[in-house]
């Protein structure tokens, strides 16, 4: 089979490697069907989040079926079109009797995409408990959102909220931004969008929820939504990682800043305002608390348009001009502008419904 390894920053290729086979009694070989492309792929092959193992296939945003399965596997069938969770938790660690599986101690060696061979190749070995059966209706595109779905369900947790009728606001109208969105929404409240890139805003009108507004600049969609760039603002999720101390700046008493972007950037905070304003900073990532679940029963009920996300579907001997569409491009080993419109961007590894 063919996978796309990861060597170094700007070294990546696909190469042939050999099928998989179960290796222990929980093991269940997955054909892929689609890869998605998270900030996360981009990061590492970029070398803005240096993270992962040389020799690792990346991906883990992924659907497919069942093909082989170890001995001591019953829940699952071959035949069977799966969801895989790549969150892997030993269940025995500190990290996870402290209520912490994202951060497992086992984290090394077990993260797929990143220090285990991940999802942008044509099999991937799971364990059984670790892969979600999908429901007939469900797509493979649709599933494959479930984990970037699940990560943004686990941040709102984070969040608290209590109240319908605060002010909120997302920043990025990437994937991440506009799950995010659409789950604030479903919480009762009605964030408005920040965007300064061209391609993400075209793409993004055409699936924003109801009644919500798209801006290009933070302080403009204060003064439209509020009457003053200098409003205050109670609850802020920041995608991009770019305006951590602005919307900091603007946070009401007991305001939150929710940042879940893997950037390699520092910001200033004045600690006392955080006390005395009682402000919370909030970093999540991954699933956590049957976020995993959670989010896989949206995509089945359809309380989630993901289909609507999916802006782009390459082939994987297009992988370059897939990672080129978000601003990655491998082939001159450099981060462009992009403008085409776009969001969630899938490589199909197999032709596989």
């Known amino acids: 089979m063919l996978a796309l390894k990861y060597s170094k920053s700007w070294q990546v290729d696909v190469v042939k490697v050999n099928d998989l086979a179960c290796l222990e009694a929980d093991d269940v070989v997955v054909d892929i069907a689609v890869c998605g492309i998270c900030g996360t792929d981009v990061g590492i092959i ?18 497919g079926v069942v093909t082989r399965i170890g001995q001591g596997v019953t829940r699952l069938k071959v035949g069977d079109r799966v969801v ?19 951060h ?12 285990y061979d991940g999802a942008f190749a044509h099999q991937y070995r799971a364990k059984e408990a670790f892969l979600r059966k999908l429901d007939d209706h469900v797509s493979m595109e649709a599933a494959s959102l479930t984990e970037p779905l699940s990560c943004t369900i686990t941040g709102v947790d984070k969040l608290a909220i209590t109240h319908t009728n605060i002010r909120a606001a997302v920043v990025g109208a990437g994937p991440m931004g506009m799950l995010y969105l659409w789950v604030l929404y479903h919480q ?14 075209e793409f993004a009108r055409e699936c924003l929820p109801p009644s919500t507004m798209l801006y290009s600049d933070f302080e403009q969609a204060l003064e439209q939504e ?4 200098q409003s205050q603002i109670d ?14 700046s603007h946070l009401a008493p007991g305001g939150k800043l929710l940042n879940v972007a893997l950037k390699d950037k520092h910001a200033k905070l004045d600690v006392l305002k955080i006390a005395d304003k009682s402000l919370s900073v909030i970093g999540s990532i ?3 608390n049957n976020s995993f679940e959670r989010a896989y029963v949206m995509i089945r009920d359809g309380d989630i348009p993901v289909a609507k996300l999916i802006s782009h579907v ?17 082939a001159n080993k450099t981060m462009t502008p992009f403008f085409t419109p776009n969001c969630k961007v899938l490589v199909r590894l197999a032709d596989i419904k």
Do not use: W
């Open 46 to 63: 970029s070398g803005a989040y240096p993270v992962a193992v040389p020799g690792t296939t990346l991906g883990h945003e992924t659907s």
């Open 84 to 102: 895989v969770n790549p969150t892997y938790a030993c269940g025995e660690c500190r990290m996870c009797q402290t209520g912490n599986p994202n």
């Open 104 to 115: 497992c101690e086992q984290k090394m060696g077990t993260e797929a995409g990143v220090s």
């Open 188 to 201: 009762g409240l009605k964030p408005f969008l920040v965007e300064n890139n061209p391609g993400r805003s």
């Open 226 to 229: 509020y009457g003053s760039k």
């Open 235 to 248: 609850l802020c999720v920041d995608t991009t990682g770019q305006l951590t101390e602005l919307v900091f």
């Open 286 to 288: 991954d699933s956590l």
């Open 314 to 330: 390459f082939d994987f001997s297009d992988y370059q001009e897939a990672f080129k569409t978000v601003g990655c491009d491998i």
